[in-house]
């Protein structure tokens, strides 16, 4: 028998049938392997090829899909990817369309690490509700870290300079696989010993890597059960580990924890010389409010007191001066004054008394007629008429006698100057029709002139004038 012909597949039709039939067998799978040939072009979409020791495998990632990637990827880096595997017809090549992105190793930690802190936060372990307080002043401290690291001496250090307190020491590992069992089994160790009040769990400062067993979840359960409050003190301020959320206090570093457990002995000597003055100035502030306040009651009480007594002594004065005003020897001087006056009185009505008295007002009475009469009244007004007389004529001879003299001056310098006298020397004066001729050239020859003389006038007429 011939052998029937073989089916002859285009290769469209044999890439597109493998197409099917992967994606058939393969719905999603996660693929691990390291970033070489990292392309982004220009349309967003992301090309990469993932390898490992034996083989190579293409990836494509959309640009919809490598947005929502939340780390930048990098050749050289090892990532997990999650996404459907096909073949490209056009090239016909086998590779990975990626949907998902995550950092492996490493970045599975922190993924894991994320987790157990929701879990933990979901169960109320890092409540501020749930924290303790640290006792004011530990007299012991208990220190888990390792025995030979740089954490326990610089505590040491913090506390024999702040306070001197006991330090017991659970040496444990802080780094590596049995890091986090060894500090569970230390913390178990110190709670029972007597006499720790507070824990400090830490180390110094390390790589993240190192940090891992403080991540521990056993660890953080133990630091929650703990009896005593814990004070974590991993020295890497970058991250924060879940010891750090779970242990009562955080601190920075070792140096800081220590800082947090032992008081610093010089502050608070300070604090109490402060608070000690501050007592003494409010105790002497209330003792002079209570002296003021005793004071103000005291003066109240003299006053109640004062109101109190003061009635029964005004009583008593007021009775003593009722029997005092009721004794019979003040009835007795009441009585002869009362005598007196009525003796007075009658007295003063006798008819003796009476008659002496009309005689006084009658002789009183005639002096006043004489006095009155007008014979006396006349004698009287002359003597006063005779004095204003006498009093008047002295007076004007005082008065008249300095106007006398003036007058006297007077009229012998109205004598010197006047016109009489000149002429009664022999002179003359001339006039002419009433004018005084003082120059000849004054008349003219035939006019009359009149010559006054001490004695007499003369009438005479110009002959001639020169």
Known sequence: MASPAPKIYSVAELVNRAHRCIEQNFNGVYVEGEVTNLRIVSSGHAYFTLRDAEALLPVAMWRSALARVRFQMQDGQRIRVFGRPGIY?????????????????????????????????????????????????????????????????????????????????????????????????????????????????????????????????????????????????????????????????????????????????????????????RLGMATHRRLLNEQSRRERITHRLQAVARRIILAPRRRLAALLARLEAQHPRRRLDRDRKLLAALLARLQHQHPRHRLALARRRHAALLARLQHQHPRHRLALARRRLAAAALALQQHAAELSQPARLRLARAAGALHALSPLAVLERGYAVVTANGQVIRAAAQVEVGAELAIRLHAGTLRTRVLATE
């Open 89 to 277: 017809a056009a090239q016909g090549k086998f590779q990975l369309y990626a949907e998902r992105a995550e950092p492996a190793g490493q970045g599975a930690l922190l993924l894991a690490l994320e987790q157990l802190k929701s879990r933990l936060a979901a169960e109320g372990l890092f409540a501020r509700e749930r924290k303790r307080p640290l006792p004011p002043w530990p007299r012991m401290i208990g220190v888990i870290t390792s025995a030979t690291g740089a954490a326990i001496h610089d505590i040491i250090k913090v506390a024999r300079r702040r306070c001197p307190v006991r330090i017991v020491l659970a040496p444990a590992q802080v780094q590596g696989d049995d890091a986090a069992p060894s500090m569970i089994r230390a913390l178990a160790r110190l709670q029972a010993h007597p006499g720790i009040e507070v824990i400090i769990l830490g180390r110094g400062g390390g790589a993240s890597e190192d940090l891992r067993a403080f991540n521990d979840e056993a660890l953080a359960r133990a630091v929650v059960a703990s009896s005593v409050p814990v004070v974590s003190a991993v020295g890497h301020e970058v991250d924060i580990t879940i010891c750090d959320l779970v242990a009562d206090l955080r601190a920075a570093t070792p140096s800081h924890a220590a800082e947090l457990v032992v008081p610093d002995r010089d502050a608070c000597q300070l604090l109490l010389r402060t608070l000690e003055r």
